[in-house]
């Protein structure tokens, strides 16, 4: 049998805050390596035997940073859901159990979120095959990670009898929600209890066939979303009306607590799903005073910090046990012991009808990205990058004008019937009204910089007359 890995991408980058953002969250970061999350997730799956394609789900705001992460790693996925809004990871699990039952009806499921680490790779793929041989026989197989310390921040999975003729394998007794730290000692000095690690392995049938019997609405709902999906590029796009009414819930909750072929496979794995810059602290490399750096830091009689810098350099001198993220529009201080309360700075921000929480200075886009310098009144001025043999939509604005400069690269700009090859230096007026187009007819990246001016500067003042990306 083939194992199927399916990756849940849908997080909405709030624990992580300034780094993740609503529209770059921390599975499309680089948080422990060069690589991010997700690219991590699908490449440590080539040790895996019989492993297929990856299956992606992702919130559609996001398909075009995952496509262009997995063409950064030589990966083509098997196929890319688009979820028009989010609902948890059973609709996610059902319409990828769904569609693979579709191609393969004895289809193996490795459903694995995009943003854990897993630091023991090769202890990672005996757990994969083990639950492999399991799931065969219809069992749904959960991971339990083997735990370290009496956690407060994840659920836990208490084993019940172990299975016959196999070893180190336990049926499942019961899920807990996230305890006290003292109930939580007494888990861990029990022994019969693991780390809910939200990772899983079943046949794609067996799930659906448990779908069916406890949650059949969300099972319709999600065939109904599949059913009336739409193509789109590589993208497939969720029918909106049926997904929307999917409810909301997760695998757990839909499933597994009520299944009575629930079996926990214990998976010692160095694992961690990153859910604080506390977690992250205790899996970085730290120098000799036990600090986690990265980026353009300077630290004098400073111990046990994780500090971060982005775009500026950080002085950190006679400070201990600190969280300091440094980004372009924000910078966070906090003590690792409260890093949890993080959501409270995003709620602020939410209810004061700001922008941090949702987007980086530099924001990306299919083309390229492009990044605020400057702003004041009636203008604002940012700095362009347009990827080789890319192009921006064919627009129209109704209350901004555009002076483009050439920093670098070639750039081919359509303005009504006119075409313009422009070079480094040169420079083109875009005026109000005018249809226009920005290509980068080169070899290398194409670098501008853009002068908007006019009476109103949103993003929402596109009018797109043609697009490749096909978006509205």
Known sequence: MHIHPVILSGGSGTRLWPL?????????????????????????????????????????????MVAEQM????????????????????????????????????????????????????????????????????????????????????GYIQRGIKLEDVDNVFSVERFVEKPSREIAQGYLESGDYFWNSGMFLFKAAAFIEELRKYHPDMLAASQAALDHCQRDLDFVRLDTEAFTACPSESIDYAVMERTKNAVVVPADIAWSDIGS?????????????????????????????????????????????????????????????????VKKAVEYLKQNNRTEHLNHTRVFRPWGWYEGIDAGDRFQVKRIM?????????????????????????????????????????????PLGSTHRLENAGKIPLHMIEVQSGAYLGEDDIVRFEDIYQRS
């Open 20 to 64: 993740s953002r609503a529209a770059l969250p921390k599975q499309l970061l680089p948080l422990v390596s060069d690589r991010t999350m997700l690219q991590e997730t699908v490449l440590r799956l080539s040790g895996i035997a019989d492993v297929t394609s990856p299956t992606l789900v992702c919130n559609q705001e996001h398909r075009f």
């Open 386 to 430: 347009v990827k080789p043999g890319e192009k921006l939509s064919l627009q129209m604005h109704h209350h901004r004008a555009e002076h483009w400069i050439v920093v670098s690269g070639t750039a081919r700009v359509t303005r009504n019937d006119e075409v313009l090859l422009l070079t480094e230096n040169q420079s083109t007026y875009i």
């Open 277 to 341: 810059w506390s977690a992250l602290w205790e899996v970085g490399e730290k120098d000799h005073a036990g600090n986690v750096l990265r980026g353009d830091i300077y630290s004098d009689d400073a111990s046990n910090n994780l500090i971060r810098a982005e775009s500026r350099m950080v002085v950190a001198i006679g400070v201990s046990d600190l969280v300091i993220v440094e980004t372009s529009d924000a910078i966070m201080v906090a003590h690792k012991d409260c890093v949890q309360n």
């Open 71 to 154: 063409r950064a790693i030589d990966v083509v996925p098997e196929a890319i859901f688009l979820e028009p809004v989010g609902r948890n990871t059973a609709p996610a699990a059902a319409v990828a159990a769904l569609a693979l039952m579709a191609q393969d009806a004895e289809a193996l499921m490795l459903l694995l979120p995009a943003d854990h680490l897993i630091g023991d790779v090769n202890a990672f793929e005996r757990a994969v095959a083990q639950a492999a041989a399991i799931a065969q026989s219809g069992q749904l197989v959960t991971f339990g990670i083997v735990p370290l310390a009496p956690e407060t921040g994840y």
